[in-house]
Structure formats: structure tokens, C-alpha cells
């Protein structure tokens, strides 16, 4: 079975027809090949409900590249994995010398296109991080939704300011990485330590 | 001599006699690092006598002498009697109080030795102790063992690889008060020739900074009974002299200021200026910097016989720092450790390289504890404040250039200036004479009209000089512009390069897309797109060669170009049939016009890809097409603006149109090379291209191209 988690290539030297975006295809339902990086930001920030892997390029030209994609995306979420692949490295512009560009963006991995089995990397690469984002919180929340669609709606938590927040609300904030969102992400997790401690949960 | 011993090394002679040719490929690196290991010994001095080298004979001999701490039993069979040992230093510092940072190589002293001679008597005296150690190694009666060991095959199982080394031991009393280390050696390995010792002098003082003194001194003699002036010779870095231009900066501790250089366009003067620095940088530095002129760089060599000018060095605490205290024996081996050489690709006429260039940086553990060498002594460690400390030296430079170009430019103008002023004066001089024929006596008129012949005679050798000067000036703007174009050349064969590389991995894809996906229905359209795809890709191959090839070609034409009467050429004869059969209706106003040296191929490329680019643009145009190409001169820029009425460039990708690759027309088969050449091109001329609002309305493309004519007309 193709696999829900949306994966948007944000690259301008990639076609559609590529050996990249049909072995993407073979695998997954939603695959997205937007060649702007501006579009392609517009896209992420705007579906940041969704479950979303990033393959994204460095070089776009003289515009936005991909480290100003990367840090613009990191303002809104950590949640959405990001791949970078960017053409064999030019004289200069080498890993080495960006790679602090990449400190604290946390990328979740780096492909050099064009190098010999790059593709089968950078498929391998892409299902790690669909098992990452299956491993997260909001991730969690979600299946139990679609597992339990009449909880969605009910209110399971409630803010320091008294507002209530159902599966659905939180989930939102979870992915959105609000203050609300984080602070219930390590109150549910400190929560599910301290049940498990107690004796009062099994997993 | 109290009662010998016997101290054994135990190890295979052939292979650790060639490590020790690996290590030390030279008698000048193994004299630097016996120095450098007395220096870590916490030695104050340390002489280096040579005796009777010159025709060797069983009195030749070199000593090594220091007041160093010295060494006792444990540390001669456990450090200097261990081959390559990794315990030699675990610390990276010589005992308090020096506190000296280790400069020598680990383990590698012993092999420096045996480089210089067969036969080696080693005697050291630790502080406070009165027993001497002495220890003999005679490496000629393993020479033939050696010879064996190198002739082995080695299924020779009879062979016994390793032998035991004898090492004659003995100990001597000595009074409390000497202490160090002494290596006498013997059996020389080579003669030393006058030159040799001065040569290696000079090379020692490089370990030492000419600008900061040691906290505890370290002072390095020579000395030789065979030569004259070399007794007991004090080795200094100064050979400093004849420099062209000589700067110093310093700093102030208490104000935290560090002085920099600043090249005053007004003035002239390359003044001294100072900014603050913070904690957390590089911390402040002494340097100074030491240019030479072809002139003064030949006083330098003859008057410092063997020494080189050869770039920056940092010296830490008045001794030289690990990467640069490699004795490299030839040249081009040496290593551009701080990036010098590698800016002057980037424009080769006013750069200075590392070879007209002494500099001196002084830094202290206090002020610069953050600067630090790697570990594997060739480099330094890759951090915020090496890198500042590295764009600082490279930013002093950079003002001086601007200083020595314009000086240059002063020197140049004065000559002209002289030679004008010479030929006035001759001119005057020519009429004095006439107004003193008009009264001249017979006799005198007939000298004169000797003196007047000898005036022309002059006056026409001097309005030659200013000619041949032009001429000499002219000829060195074509080299200049040729050499630009070459220079930027190494820019695009590494674009080029790249888009090779990126054009093969997508054919490369499209191969492996049929092998993974063929033979499946759903992807039959697919099939065909990357059959197309491939085409494409291969046409983007052909033409990012025929580009290089273009460069090939045109080395050598470099012609003076009218501007004016080149672009009216183009537009009125090359390309007028090709604008009647489209229909097209342009107009070519070019103001002014300016002569410049360029090669016309290149400069006609730029014309060619833009008429091209608006030829496509135009086709799907219903109603009158236009081309327009207009000119003129703005200050020391000549703007030219070249515009169309077609379908214009997409606002989303005006960003990269200039990309290599980017193209919009591959279908018909555009491979991106177009704008890319157009923008190469111009920027080898120094000049600039940018897309700006369109000129005719509604959709349309207008580039603006800017030449300045400082750079191609009149600079040298």
C-alpha cells in the first residue's frame, strides 16, 4: 500500500516525467513537483496539517535558495522532514563550506544528485523519514482519529487560560508548533512516563 | 669513561633507514628539526658547528650543541632510542617555565641525525645532575646488513629481518652547572659547500620573528673553522632589506584598538587606521609586510645569498608556527597556507603574489589563545578566528595593492610627464638657437647649424620614446585584456564543468528509468518524453562545448574595436537580411563611440545571443516588430540598452535568466547557453548586464549593458 505522507519536490531541475518523481509515485499517493522555491514554500507553510517530507534544492538562481527555503520552513515547523538535494557540489560551494548554513535547521538528510545510485538514497532516505514523521505526536493523534472518528471533536485539553482543545484542535497545534502544541507535546509525554511508572498503563 | 655498555635497538635496518628518507628528504629539513627539538628542550641557545666539511675525511664532523634540559637514562632508551615513538609527546608543551609550544616533529630528531652523517655520538646532561650520557650509534657497520635486507626476497625464510643494533654506552661527570644535549656526528654524509651553511643559515632564521622578542631567548649560532664570517655567526631574520614598500601595524592592549591599513584614494597615502576588537575574535596582532619590485626583489638576492621572498608567515610568540615550519625544498611544493596565491585568479594585475611579498604576523598565547595549529601540523584549525585572522591578512594586502597600483600609475604618468617636459625644453632650445643665427657671425653660424642638426637629432629620438611609450602602453592594455579573459576563463571551465556533470547524470536518469520501468503501459508516454529528454540533454552537451571551443579558438585576436561602427556593422550588414525576412523593424542609435582592445568575436557573441533571443521572442508577435539598439556615454560608463517588442520574460524566472542552462526554449532546442555567454562575456570586459523594465509596451525585453571605460580603454 502507497503511503499518505505528502512528499513536495521543491527542485527546478527535475521533471515530471523524471526517474525521481516516478519512483516517488510508485510509492506514494501525494507527490508534488513545484519548480518556484517561493511556490514551494507557499505550499508547505500552508499544508503544515498535513504530513509532509521536503525534497529540496540549493540552487534556484539569484532568488531564494534552498537554505532561505529550509529556515523559512523552520519558523513555522520542525515537523516536516526536509532532504536536501543539490547538484554535484561546484568549487566553493562545497557541503563543507554550507554545512553550517544547516546548523539548527535540522535537515534530515543531504544527497548529492547525480552521484552514482543517488536515487535509490535518496528513496531510501525519503522512507526513513516517513518512519520518523509515523513516530511523531501529531502523527499519533491522527491515526487515532481516523481509528476513532467520534473522539475527534471531544475536548482533552485545557489550557493554563481555561481554553478547551479537542484531538483535532491539538493535533493542529502540535503540527503548527504553537506554544500550545509543544507545551502539550511534553506534558503528554512526561504524563505517559509517569502512568507507565506508576504501574498504571502496559505498553 | 666509566664502565660501556651495550644499548640495543631492536628493528629491521633497511626499513627504518628508509622511513628516515621518507621523513627527512634533506640535510637542510633534518639541521631544522635538530634545532627545533632544542628549542622544545627549553633551550636558550643552540649552536650548529660545522668542521672540516668541505672535503670530507675522518675529521669531518657537525656538532649540535644546546643548554637544553637534557635528557637522563629512562628518556634515551625509552624516547630517543624509540623509532617513531608516539609516546615522545603527549604534551604539546615544553615544561614551565618555558611553557614553550613543541615545534619539532614526534619522533622524527633521530632520523634528522642519521641524515647528516654515519656515525653519531649523543651526550646529554639533565638540569642538576652530574652524569653525562653518552651514546654512540655507528650506523657503517649495518651498512651492509642494509644492502641485504634491500636485495631480499622475501620468501627468503632463512633471513633474520630484524638485528639487534649495538649502541656503545658510557657515562661521564660533568660539573652540576652544564646541562643539554650535544650530537656529534661523523662519517658526513655529504660535503658542505660555503653556500650550503649560508643556506641553511638563512633557513633557521625563519624559525625565529623578527618582530617579537622570546620571553626566554632562543638564540641559534653557527659556526664553521673552514669559512670565513662564519664564527659563532648569531642567525637572525632580518635579511628584510631593499624592501619596496615596508609597513608595520601594531596594537593597543589597554584600548583594545588593532591598527590596519587603509589605502587613501584621496591622498594617496596608505595610511595607518585603527578599530576595535572584541573578546570573542581574533585578538590582536603585530605585522608587518614587506613588498618587492622586480628591481628590488634581484638587490634582495644578491645581497641575501639563498634567501627567498617567500610570502606571510605567522610566528607565535617569536617562533614560527607549525605550518609554516616545514622546510620545503622546492618551491612549488610549498604550500599557499593562507589563500595569497589562490586571490590572484580572481584578477591577475594588481595582486601581489606571495612571491614579491615578505610578511611577518606576530601572535601570543595571551592575546590569541584561539588561533591554534592542527594537530597534523599542516594547517591550522578551521575556526571563526583563524578564518578572521586570515581575512585580515588578506584585507592588509589588499590595501597595499591599491597602494602599489598607484603608485604605478603616479610612476607612469611622471614619465610621460618628463619625456613631454624634455621635448618642450628641446623645442625651446631650438629657438634660441635661430634667434642667435639671425646675429650669429659667419663662424658661429656654422657651429650652430652643427648644434641645430644635433637638437633634431634629439628631438627626434625623444618624440620616438614617447611614441614607443604609448605604443609600450597600448601593447600591455591588449595582454591585460587578454589575460582577463583567460583568468575568468577558469571560472567557466569549472561552470562548465558542472553543467557537464549535471547534463550527464540526467541522461544517465532518463537510461535508468528504461531499465527499471520498460516495458509497463501506464508509462508509455513517459518512455517517449525521456527519449526526447536525452536529445535535449545531448544538445546542452554539444553546446556548452561548442562554447569552450569558442575559447579555444580565440586566443590570439585581439583587435582595437570601434564600438559605434562595430554595432551599426552588425545591425546594418550581418544581420539586416536576417530582420527584413522576419519582418523585423529596428533601429540603431549609438550617440557616442568609444575605441576599445578586445577580440571581436567575443564582443559580437554578446550581439549575436541577444538578436537571437529577441528573433525567438518576436516570432508568435502579431503587428509591427521591433529592435532596437541605443547607446551613449555616462560618466566613465558607456550604457548601451537593447530591447524588443516580444513576448518578454516571465516576472518568476527574471532572476536566473542568466543562469547556465536556463532555458525557456528547449523544445527548441535553446540549451541556456545564450544569456550565459552574453553575461561572461561582459563581465570579462568588466562591465555589467541586468534586465530592466521593458522599453516597449505592453510586453517586450530591454537589457541594460554598462562597459566602463576606465578599465578597457585607459588602465593599465
Known sequence: MKSDVDVVVIHDDIKEHSLIITNLKELYNNVKLIDDPEEGLNFVINHLTRKTIVILDIDFGNGLNGYDVLEKIREHSFLVEVIILSAQDLPGTSLLDKIHQLFG????DYIVRGKVGYDDLLIESVNRAKNKIKNN???AIDEWVIENNEDKDKPIYFSSEGEAFSLNDISNEVRNQTEIGKDFAEKLNSLTIDLLLRGKEKL | MSNIKNLKFNFDISSYRLLGRELITDRITALFEIVKNSYDANSENVSVKFFDVNTLSNKSRI???????GMDLFDLENKWMVIGTMSKRETRRSPAPYNRRVVGKKGVGRFAVDKLGAKVILKTTMKGSTIRHCLETDWTKYEQIESKQLQLSFDDSKFQYFTDIENKYWEETVEKKTHGTSIEIYNITDPWVEKDIRKATTELSKLISPIETFDYPFNIYVSSNEYK????????????????LEVEIDFDLRRKKQQRLFFNEQTNNLDIIESDYDDDSMGPVKMRLFYFDQNDKRKFNKSYSGAIIDGVKIYRDGLITTPFAEYALERDKERDILGIDKRRYSGFFDK?????LLGFIEITDKNNPLILE??????????KQYRELRTFIIDQIKELEKKISAQKTEEREETKSKLKIAHNDLQKTSAIIRAIRKIATPEVKEKLTQVTSNVREIEVQIKRGISDYNELEKEQIKQRNLFLSLMSLQDYASEISHVVRTSISNISDSAKFFTVYYPDEKYNNHYLKHADHIGVEMNKLSS????????AKSNVGFTEIDLRATISDLFNKTYRDRFIKNDIHYTVEMKDSFVFTHNLKFFEDIFENLIGNSLKALKSIKGKKHIKCSGNLNGDMYEIYFSDNGVGVPKRIQNKIFNIYFTTTESEGGAGMGLYIVKTRINAMKGSVELIENEFKP??????????????????
Open chain 1, 105 to 108: 535547521l535540522e535537515a534530515f
Open chain 2, 699 to 716: 510586453t517586450g525585453t530591454t537589457f541594460k549593458i554598462c562597459l566602463p571605460l576606465k578599465v578597457i580603454k585607459d588602465e593599465i
Open chain 2, 352 to 356: 601581489i603574489s606571495s612571491r614579491d
Open chain 2, 374 to 383: 592542527s594537530t597534523n601540523r599542516q594547517d591550522f584549525v578551521d575556526n
Open chain 2, 63 to 69: 656538532v649540535i650543541e644546546d643548554d637544553g634540559s
Open chain 1, 137 to 139: 505526536i501529531a502523527s
Open chain 2, 229 to 244: 664570517e662564519l664564527n659563532d655567526v648569531l642567525v637572525q631574520n632580518n635579511s628584510i632589506g631593499f624592501a619596496t
Open chain 2, 544 to 551: 556548452a562545448i561548442d562554447f569552450m571551443l569558442s575559447y
